[in-house]
């Protein structure tokens, strides 16, 4: 009598959506990328992706933002798991299912993230660790917020992404996510920087812009002032782009108890920093209230 193969359960990640706390341009590198420096931590909200293991790979999308995900062919769940496979000959695949949450096009890594939890689930399913060089290529290859999402946790990213630092041990934010529902493409808004490859990049001082300083915060209220002292660079290129930010910005601004307002990635999603996470439901319950179009959603950073 043969034995059946014993079954591989199916296997889930969650895929955090990244926030860039600080997000500073250096210039434009001469293959056209911009050189960042940024801060980046992950929310407690999250897409999730699972994978049954079996002999095709396949992607299927369901949630709240599955349509504007587009097709799902062009997934980078599929891009990154084809890249993997291509640099990991005989990789087991399956088919994954997507359960999207997050906004698409919304400066939060939504897709990168995805991609990155692929690459966590390949990796385990084939015994291989998470820092394994294919796994790390394959990131890179699939786009420069993916290197970073790898691993969601609170740190330092340089160079177009594909350089990131060890996790932080900061205390975790209290924090409210906008999004007026404006989906904004990347490329433009760097366009919108006007930067001929190789110029160095100046803030609006005039000033050469320097990378961001690894913050090292005793406490939540230093962290906060700390950041306050940084800046996202793509802020006004995005407020060319799509005004709706400036209205998120002013209206995060106004919300009572909010610290710190700055827009993430290339946006349009903008956060605002609270002392507590009853300041931030509270700011999170009035903005909603206001603004019933918008995407609003009280969360942890860390
Ligand atoms: O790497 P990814 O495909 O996510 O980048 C999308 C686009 O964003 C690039 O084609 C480029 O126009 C722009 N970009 C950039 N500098 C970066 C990251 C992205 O100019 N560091």
């Known amino acids: 009598m043969r034995l059946a193969e014993p079954a591989v359960a199916?296997?889930?990640?969650?895929?955090?959506?990244?926030?860039?706390?600080?997000?500073?341009?250096?210039?434009?590198?001469?293959?056209?990328?911009?050189?960042?420096?940024?801060?980046?931590?992950?929310?407690?909200?999250?897409?999730?992706?699972?994978?049954?293991?079996?002999p095709t790979l396949s992607l299927t999308v369901d949630g709240p933002t599955a349509t504007a995900a587009g097709p799902d062919d062009d997934n980078l769940v599929l891009r990154a798991a084809r890249t993997f496979a291509a640099l990991s000959p005989g990789l087991r695949a399956g088919a994954f299912t997507l359960l999207k949450r997050l906004p698409v096009a919304a400066g939060i890594g939504g897709g990168s993230s995805d991609a990155a939890a692929a690459l966590r689930l390949l990796a385990r399913l084939?015994?291989?660790?998470p820092d394994h060089p294919a796994v790390l290529e394959a990131a890179r290859c699939t786009g420069s917020d993916v290197p970073v999402c790898l691993v969601p946790r609170l740190r330092m990213m340089e160079g177009a992404g594909e350089t990131v630092g060890p996790p932080l041990a900061l205390p975790p934010l209290f924090a409210?996510?906008?999004?007026?529902?404006?989906?904004?493409?990347?490329?433009?808004?760097?366009?919108?920087?006007?930067?001929?490859?190789?110029?160095?990049?100046?803030?609006?001082?005039?000033?050469?812009?320097?990378?961001v300083d690894a913050p090292a915060a005793p406490d939540r209220a230093a962290l906060i002032t700390?950041?306050?002292?940084?800046?996202?660079?793509?802020?006004?290129?995005?407020?060319?782009?799509?005004?709706?930010?400036?209205?998120?910005?002013?209206?995060?601004?106004?919300?009572?108890?909010?610290?710190?307002?700055?827009?993430?990635?290339?946006?349009?999603?903008?956060?605002?920093?609270?002392?507590?996470?009853?300041a931030?439901?509270?700011?999170?319950?009035?903005?909603?209230?206001?603004?019933?179009?918008?995407?609003?959603k009280p969360t942890m950073l860390r």
């Open 10 to 54: 199916m296997l889930t990640e969650r895929a955090p959506a990244k926030v860039n706390l600080a997000l500073h341009v250096l210039g434009r590198r001469a293959d056209g990328y911009h050189a960042l420096s940024s801060l980046v931590a992950f929310a407690g909200i999250a897409d999730r992706l699972a994978l049954a293991p079996g």
């Open 126 to 129: 084939n015994d291989l660790a």
């Open 176 to 211: 409210v996510l906008v999004n007026p529902r404006v989906a904004v493409e990347t490329p433009p808004v760097f366009a919108a920087l006007g930067l001929e490859r190789g110029a160095m990049f100046a803030t609006t001082t005039g000033r050469q812009s320097a990378p």
């Open 226 to 278: 700390m950041l306050a002292t940084l800046r996202n660079d793509l802020e006004a290129p995005a407020i060319q782009v799509a005004p709706a930010i400036a209205d998120v910005l002013a209206a995060m601004r106004a919300a009572t108890g909010c610290r710190l307002a700055r827009m993430s990635g290339s946006g349009a999603t903008c956060f605002g920093l609270f002392d507590d996470c009853h």
């Open 280 to 296: 931030a439901a509270k700011a999170a319950r009035a903005l909603a209230a206001e603004h019933p179009g918008w995407w609003v």
